[in-house]
């Protein structure tokens, strides 16, 4: 391999990503200023000013143990490979932490890449119990369609594009599971034709079995009903998790929500996550926390820009904290850590996708 077009390839990189930061980072301060003329300021300072310590530290904990609840659930999902449970719960935190802080969604293919590195699982098998592990989080919103005719929700256009978007990700996700336990190869030719216009070289060779082999874990994983419903047992605490994280996040600027707002309300905030996010999630989650919260469920503008004000800079810092000690935990370095994805992709380009 060339030295020289490496180090130009590893630039190149490192421009584009700085220039989505800077793109993310100016769309943002769009966004903050359209939150700011949407809400009385004066209002939302006297929120925060009354902020709750306590009841801010239990948000907090809320906050992060349903993240660990979530790295349980991948943990199961591995089987029949065996990870430890600190060694599952740093690196989801450690992917979490990706995901919020770049303008890329890499965490996922961080989650794998680290566990090849701690563990010496494959990519394309620990991959499988990745992508059923972001499903199970889309599970709410079937369950949210369900109960809308009982609690009368009335969604804006917005809400409605992203929970049919979900919806139509999930049919997808099941008519391709059908016709990989129908027409294996079939649903290999689907899913490796497009990755091979992405790799060139020795690498394009390897796509197929890698393809192959992540289908296989992803099929086997279906097959092993038990471990499903207990990741469906996990999935329910963390939702119960989160919808107490945003009802004490409520109060702690001294308002108080009905718990079936915060479920239903927080369920279509989590759902946003699946949109393309801006570096740090700047300003999108209070426009879409206005949207959800003050557009569905007439919660006044004043308590929820206070209270997504509030959790925001919170959850900012303790995913900052988390993600960097867990780094630290395993040797690594943010850097470090994405120069392992970038040594993933330069051998990839250069005839290096994994299999058994």
Known sequence: MDVATTARGRAARVGALTLRVGIGLSVGALLIATFLRLVNVGAVY?????????????????????YVVRAMRWRFLL?????????AAAIYQIAVFLNWLLPIRGGELAMSLL????????????????????????LPAAGLLVLMPFVGLRLSRPLWLV???????????????AVAARWRDTAVGLLAR??????????RDRVRPFVSGFIDTLMSLIRRPRILLIAAAFTVLALGLDALFCLLAFKAIGV?????????GYTLFNLSFI???????VGSNELIGLLIFSGVFRVSRAAVGAMFLFSHLWTGILMTC??????SGMSLSLGSTLRLAQDDEDRQEHGGLETR
């Open 163 to 177: 929970l049919v978007g979900v919806m139509a990700s999930v049919c997808l996700g099941v008519g391709f599971l």
């Open 46 to 66: 006297q929120h925060l000013a009354h902020l709750d310590l306590g009841i801010a530290v239990l948000c907090g904990v809320t906050f992060l143990a349903a």
């Open 256 to 264: 108080n929500v009905s718990l079936l707002v915060v479920l239903c």
């Open 322 to 327: 988390s993600g960097l000690a867990c780094l």
């Open 194 to 203: 497009p990755l091979e216009t992405l790799v060139r070289g020795g690498a």
């Open 275 to 281: 949109l393309p996010s801006l570096p740090g999630q």
């Open 79 to 87: 089987t029949p490979s065996q990870v430890s449970i600190r060694r």
């Open 115 to 138: 566990l090849r590195r701690s563990n010496r699982i494959p990519v394309n098998e620990s991959l499988a119990a990745v992508s059923m592990d972001k499903s199970m989080d889309l």
